[in-house]
């Protein structure tokens, strides 16, 4: 664990120095301004004009910050992120213990994550007005909580958890709908149903409290859901929209991508207990349908589904040949971009994303937000590392 610690407090700290921080919210729409908003809030009393869905639902990591004294806003929430970069590593160790995950592969892929563009040191650093690093530490508890089946604690974290980002509330229901069928098929209470269902009771009223009390939705709140339906069905009538979510989870996830696509034989057979396997396929296929139908960032989603889509990678890679897994992480290194520093997007006048951007500045760096000649060249880089890697397992 001290491993752990040492490495996120010295890669937090390089890339403090290295990596300049974008504060300016120019960007037309950006998440950024409108947790700004809330933190200014929490911290003067004065109310912003609107609070946007869904951000206005997300007031824990801003409450937070605006109560650290002696801080700007932005080292605030720096603060927030390093602590829970933290926990989290430190909850994904533990994890990694109780399934059994080899020490040297789960060093391999914090390594990957800590050090990833859209992961949870670089682009916190990048853009410190997030709230990501946090949820990746209610989704390491709720993992816990699945596997010692201790559901009573649920109901004391899912409040916290859908203040901080109210996908929490999907994330119990989908608990909620496994628990039920699990139940049923074992004709037995095998996954209690009480205290999972009180947490999402208690989850749905934090939301309507801070709509209620605090900040009620916009006249168009009530458009995300068709919204998010619209974009889903993309999937289905644009194959350009397509090529780009499988180049930004190749993005997202590289070398565990191919690695796991070129053994997911050994799937049934990669976790002991059958409720634990079929936890993590579930949650990871949830975050795949998240990056379709819930916005533009893509890779920055599929890299906060990191937890359980993670684990159930290196579930299936554990026993794998390590000369095979490094080789492979190693001809990935490119998609890391280590020497680069993330640019800021270059804006029109409206502070809107303009092609130049597209191309050569911030969202070159995304495959879902970039040209469609750059999302074309990460497919074509995933084809080439999937036939390498496929002559190297071979050796």
């Not at 609070?51 to 007031?59: A, D």
């Not at 500045?361 to 990460?378: D, H, K, N, Q, Y």
Request: aromatic letters at 16%; a positive charge.
């Amino acid at each position: 664990m001290a491993i752990i610690t040492l490495a996120v407090l010295l890669f937090f700290a390089f890339f403090y120095f290295y990596q300049p921080s974008y504060v300016e919210y120019k960007h037309q729409g950006s998440d950024a301004k409108e947790y700004s908003k809330l933190y200014e809030y929490f911290k003067t009393g004065e109310a912003a004009s609107v609070y946007n869905l869904p951000y206005s639902n997300r007031l824990l990591v801003p409450y937070i910050a605006s109560r650290i004294p002696g801080l700007s806003a932005a080292h605030a929430f720096l603060l927030i992120h390093l602590s829970s970069a933290l926990a989290f590593m430190l909850l994904f160790y533990y994890i990694r213990i109780l399934l059994g995950i080899d020490k040297s592969l789960f060093y391999l892929v914090m390594l990957w994550f800590l050090l990833h563009p859209s992961g949870i040191i670089r682009f916190s650093i990048y853009n410190p007005f997030n709230i990501d690093p946090m949820g990746h530490v209610f989704h390491a508890l709720l993992i816990i909580i699945f596997m010692k089946r201790r559901f009573n604690w649920l109901i004391l974290i899912a409040p916290f958890a859908v203040a901080q980002k109210e996908s929490f509330n999907a994330l119990v229901l989908l608990l909620l709908i496994y628990a039920i069928y699990i139940n049923r098929s074992e004709g037995k209470k095998t996954i209690p149903l009480a205290p999972i269902f009180i947490s999402l009771i208690l989850g749905i009223t934090v939301q309507s409290m801070v709509h209620a009390y605090l900040f009620p939705p916009p006249p168009n709140g009530s458009y995300i859901p068709y919204r998010a339906f619209v974009r889903s069905a993309k999937f289905f009538n644009e194959p350009h929209f397509v090529m780009r979510i499988l180049a930004s989870l190749f993005a997202a996830f590289g070398p565990i991508l191919i690695i796991t696509a070129q053994n997911i034989g050994r799937f049934r057979d990669s976790f002991s207990d059958a409720l634990n396997r079929n936890f993590f396929l579930i949650y990871s296929l949830f975050f795949v349908f998240i990056c379709i139908a819930a916005g533009t960032d893509t890779t920055r989603i599929a890299i906060y589904g990191g937890a359980f889509t993670l684990m159930f990678a290196m579930s299936i890679m554990n026993g794998l040949r390590m000369k095979y897994t490094l080789q492979v992480f190693l001809l990935s290194l490119p998609l890391l971009r280590l020497l680069i520093v993330l640019p800021r997007p270059i804006l029109n006048d409206l502070g809107r994303i303009t092609n130049e951007d597209r191309a050569y500045g911030f969202t070159s760096m995304f495959p879902e937000m970039s040209t469609m000649a750059l999302a074309v060249s990460w497919l074509v880089y995933m084809m080439i590392l999937y036939y390498l890697a496929s002559l190297l397992k071979k050796r």
